[in-house]
């Protein structure tokens, strides 16, 4: 395969990424609504079942596909296990977890360059999550105990992990056709999660 590495015209893989999922990110952000002066307790449970019924079939396709490149701890890395503590803070057991209906509209994850545009999207955004933690503590006094786990879930790990996720990305050798592949699985991860969110009647 042609490593772009070797053609200084092409972006690397991570700005292609940034330039390629900028817009979607911020209009996304937008319709949040963590920062809305009407979500309240219930509202933000609400959120958090709609965030399962994303990430949960999201991850089993994604860690299932087989086509991850190697060098990416899965199992380090999965975030579902984390939204079902949250929900079982707050007053879910696992029966109504089960029960909550889930995205059944997913990228297709075929080649390793869509798997690495989809990780791109879900490791993203635990740096957001820093900034959102923050403000559900002050406004709804959610931590890692009573349903905010998912907000902060990688910890004090957070920038050291997402410095080795750019690190990881930055050692695959896609040429330009597969960067584009990754970015088009970027892209549809990105809307497929704010058509997701709004079917649930979650954001603003």
């Known amino acids: 395969m042609h490593s772009q590495a070797h053609d200084v015209s092409a972006p690397s893989l991570l700005e292609a990424l940034r330039t390629g999922t900028g817009l979607l990110h911020v209009a ?3 319709r949040l609504p963590f920062f809305s002066e009407h ?8 959120l958090l079942q ?17 086509f991850i490149p190697e060098g990416f701890d899965q199992a380090l890395r999965t975030k579902t296990p ?11 057991n696992d029966a109504a977890i089960d029960a909550l209906p889930r995205c059944d509209h997913l990228p297709a994850f075929d080649t390793p360059a869509a798997c690495l545009g989809a990780l791109y999207v879900l490791e993203g955004a635990t740096l957001g999550g820093q900034v959102l933690r923050r403000e559900m503590s002050l ?3 959610l931590h890692a ?33 597969a960067t584009q592949h990754a970015v088009i699985a970027a892209r549809s991860t990105f809307s497929g999660f704010e058509q ?8 603003l």
């Open 82 to 92: 984390t939204l079902v503590r949250d929900l079982h803070a707050l007053g879910l």
């Open 145 to 177: 105990d009573n349903g905010g786990a998912f907000l902060n879930v990688y910890g004090a790990e957070t920038g050291r992990r997402w410095k080795d996720f750019l690190d990881y990305l930055n050692s695959q050798p896609l040429d330009a056709s």
């Open 28 to 30: 996304l952000e937008k």
């Open 196 to 203: 997701w969110l709004d079917s649930q009647e979650v954001l």
């Open 50 to 66: 709609a965030y399962y019924g994303f990430y949960r079939p999201m991850e089993t396709a994604l860690y299932g596909c087989g």
């Open 139 to 141: 406004r709804l006094n």
């Open 39 to 46: 979500l309240d307790a219930d509202g933000y449970r609400q």
